[in-house]
């Protein structure tokens, strides 16, 4: 296995994702990473933002190393995410790596202006997808030093 950036523990990761096949193949991903990680999973903004506020249910989860972000998502959707996140001092500072079918450049250039850290598109096939994730993985979570959890 590999070190992560999170200190030596498992990456704490928040997958905000609405579809339940992309949410079992980005487990899958995982899985075939070499990278200890605990997947996290809410299906819409509004779950996101009471994760991340450890609102509720969600009193007594730790805080993400990294949030995986779908765009297009029922109840509020990541683009209301995104802007509620920066508008939170509190949260400012989460990494945000947009994960989405759309490859809009319209949405690319939206969510990197409202301060995205990365915009991936998922690629459909399974194999390139697990690449993308594996790619994705070695940046974020060896390459890169992530904010501490707060």
């Known amino acids: 296995m590999k070190q992560t950036s999170s200190g030596g523990r498992p990456a704490e990761i928040l997958l905000v994702e609405d579809n339940e096949d992309d949410v079992y193949l980005t487990r899958r991903a995982f899985k075939s990473t070499s990278f200890p990680v ?10 996101c933002l009471s994760f991340l506020r450890r609102e509720g ?23 209301e995410v995104l802007a509620a996140i920066n508008a939170d001092p509190a949260l ?6 947009v994960l989405t079918t759309s490859a809009e450049q319209s949405d690319i ?3 990197y202006q409202m301060r ?3 915009y991936i598109a998922k690629p459909v096939d399974f194999e390139q997808f697990v690449q993308a994730v594996q790619q ?13 959890g707060r």
Do not use: F
């Not at 997947?39 to 779950?47: E, F, R, T």
């Not at 070695?138 to 904010?147: K, Q």
């Open 57 to 79: 249910e969600y009193a007594g989860v730790p805080a993400p190393d990294l949030i995986l972000l779908d765009i297009n998502m029922p109840v509020m959707d990541g683009r």
């Open 92 to 97: 400012r500072q989460l990494v945000i790596v």
């Open 109 to 111: 250039t939206t969510m």
């Open 38 to 47: 605990n997947l996290h999973h809410v299906d819409n903004g509004a779950k």
């Open 116 to 118: 995205c850290n990365s």
């Open 136 to 148: 994705m993985a070695d940046y974020w979570l060896s390459l890169v030093i992530l904010p501490t």
